[in-house]
């Protein structure tokens, strides 16, 4: 293709990815760029040209080593709501915008450490980015004259214009704010479209390839398997090609995390902590779909050309020899998408660490802190814009020095093991709040320094004086120091030798020195902090143990310089406003120190933050001990308030069941003095009549006449014997109704019960002249106590005859087994129950109103005794009051 | 003119003792055995003096003392409770109603005598 034509395809294209983040920056409805699908699709930066043309190279040679860059992510991706989630939280809390700031604030505001940090970003990404260039640059070639690259000046490279072209999209929509923590829309947009195009592309060249020049994958396979190293592509090369595999499985593991890119669109650009949820699962579903068709592209290519030269780029190269020209275009376009979404990432994150953990607090300091804020804020961006051009240089000119001697896929790797340095320290001090900064520092330089030797060394050494003896035979010949067999171990490829020593030695540093050393108590604090993110989510700017002394308006002079007077004033207010402190406060308090901390930390990174507000602040240090005491108390505090709330709201239900309790007492109380004040009523009358007439008795002795004497001494004996009478009910009652009352329970025949009944009450029977019907030869034997039940028969007969009709009156009692019962029926023909008193006639002193003028003889026990007795036995007593010629009272008895 | 005495009480034995101590005194005396039986009474004989027991079915004491109250013809007639409820707020409530007297159950015969004869003084 016409290298013009295609100049101009990339210009369009590219002028579309610059309006793209156009309107996502500026235009986007905040729904759209800000969803779980447009954060997973920004996780696809992760896949670069590496992926693009590195796998199908590594495929066609290694087999399925390229695999484990893509199933390390793929296998992590379900703990993200662990890890991710806190690593969030924290961000957001501390404004926090590499993972520089990350690092060095987890270790308390490390200057050093977070310099360190980008050190080591920095070497690990730039030939991550040169990478990217030598991408470009020998696709483009490819494409404009189907033959390999030479480049012959920087001017005549088009690559060095595409670079040019990448730092200025990066410059121009990475530093539109001074916080860096802020989000950047615009590119997070063009980044998603980039992966959805770099997807689509591949899938299309990928169904291209395996369905169109082939036929089906089972063609391919067939065709591949006659090859003669066959074997090679589809097993593992023994034990060593599987613990490399294993290896690089775990290398991947920590770059998804860890990688500068990653850090920025998992993190920083994170803009609900939901989005995880989805994410979880749709960026391994865009990782299996991405890599779906790198075997069959790989092995079709070997089929098609007969070798695996130029293997990275089979998916432009089988288009293009099959007169595909606008596929392969498809193809190229892809390719560069995923290298322009990486570099520019790439870039950002790097421009934010050098410019806010490198060069303000190692240079600019001084002079930010005595200028105004315009200029400040202005010179900020353009250290950053600076930093975005420098890395992309340095890029290129790596490239130019190092690239054509590489495979994409090897420096990706040597990338990954040079960033895979932050791991012990990130992720231990992530989850264990002994890490200190000492321990991370050199764990940090050694395993860095073990990388240098082991990977850079050897082909730097071999790039610039093109022999490998310093790698074949190690240094000085000393065959135990060999770079790629360290200490004679060679079970390992050259990366895995690297990756494992650099990383065992990392981790052993930092277990040992932070075992051994204790950091001050700044770490401690932070440590705490980020280790028990759960526990201070709700403290805040409180956590920070603090003391010290600071005015406000120095604070505020400080702010001023980097946010602004109006955002200061802000900022300022809504601080006072949530702690409501006054406005006028002159003296500053740690939430003050912490939030003015946390403003600058967004524009300037938390090391050169925390130097500035010292800078205004007396600070006294503290002891470890008195930390660690304030920070218990805080915790104590916390989980005393929480145990007080839970204690005073079991407090609040003991105090509701205690009210309860009492307005049962006062109910029963009631009724106790309710049923005393009758009982006392009850006893009472016949008293008053034996009284009165004792009294008459006694005074008129001699003149009254013989027949009113006895009348009045039969009503006295009459009295007596109702008062005796009432206080054994009463005392029935209470036996029965506190349950003291045992019953002695004997196997009896009922029959005979009811023949003592009727026996005893015969002398009043025939004196009114009752008829009285029932069967007694029915032989019926249960266990009951017969004193008792006999008491009740007594009972229902008595008040059958008090209201039998004073002719033709007639009892029935009837008594017949309804399993599993004995029921029992007394009725008579009397004027029977009245309807209103139905369902109190069992209650006691209940006397019905409508008695005989003449008042019957009774206690008003009578009844409620029998339910007593009736329901001490399991049985059941009640009126029928479907019966109406009379009274009929019925019982339940259990046999057994 | 003998002064009549109407004794309202649904306990037998105790009417008895009354009713023979103040036919003993010369007094008219009439029984009744609830409040409604009172009220026929009342009206018929307008009795100076009425010895209300409280606790009676159907019309008790204190319907039949308001009855007393409205009708016209029983301005004058004086009217004592007889009960066995003896507690300071069933006392008050009583004489609160208009009762001239409360005695409480069990009663001495001569004390229900003397605070008859001195309301009729």
Redesign the interface.
Known sequence: MNSYLLFGIVAVYLGILFFAAYWGENKAPRKWVSNPYIYTLSIAVYCSAWTYYGSIGNAATSGISFLPIYLGPMIVAPLWIIILRKVIRISKQHKISSVADFISLRYGNNRFLGALVTIICVIGTVPYISLQLKAVSETYAIFADGKGHESTGILDDSTFYIAVFLALFAAFYGTQKTDASEKHRGIITSVALESVLKLVFFLIVGIYITFFLFDGTTDIYQRISTSSHFSELINFDGLEMGINWYLTLVLSMFAIFLLPRQFQVMVVENSNEKHLAKAIWLFPLYLLLINIFVIFIAWGGIINFGSSEQAEYFTLLLPLENQHQFLALLVFLGGFSAVISMVVVSTLALSTMVSNNLIIPYGFLDKFSQRHSSKNTSSIKNIRRISIFLIIIAAYFFYLVYSIQLSLFSIGLISFIVIAQLAPSFFMGLFWNRGSSKAAIIGMIVGFLITLYCLILPFTLEALTGTSSFTDLGPWGISFLKPYQLFGLDIFNSTSNAFFWSLTANTFCYLIFSLTSKGNYRERNYAEMFVNIQNYAKLQDNALVWRGEAYVSNIKNVLIKFLGVQATEKALHNFFKRYEISPDTEIADARLINYSEKLLTGSIGSASAKILIDNVVTEEKISLVEVLQILEESRDAFAQNKMLQQKSSELLDLTQQLKNANNELIVKDKQKDEFLDTVAHELKTPITGIRAASEILKDDINEMPDELKEQFLSNIIKDADRLSRLINNILDFEKLATGRLKLSLHRKDFSATIDSAVLSLSQVIAKKKINIHYNASTEIKLFYDEDRILQVLINLLSNAIKFSPSANAEIKIDFYRENPFLKVIVQDNGKGIPEEDLDFIFDKFYQSKNQNTIKPEGSGLGLAISKQIIEKHNGKIWADKTFKSGAKIVFLLPIY | MKNKVLIVD?????V???E??FR?QNFEVYIA??GS?AKKILEEVLPQVVLLDI?M??VDGYQTLKFIKQTSGLEHTKVIFIS??NKASDIEKGLDMGADKYIT??????KVIGEVKELLD
């Open positions: 649904d306990e037998p034995n105790i008895m003792t009354l023979y101590a003993k055995r609830d039986e606790m079915p159907k066995a409820k159950k069990p009663f001495s015969v001569k």
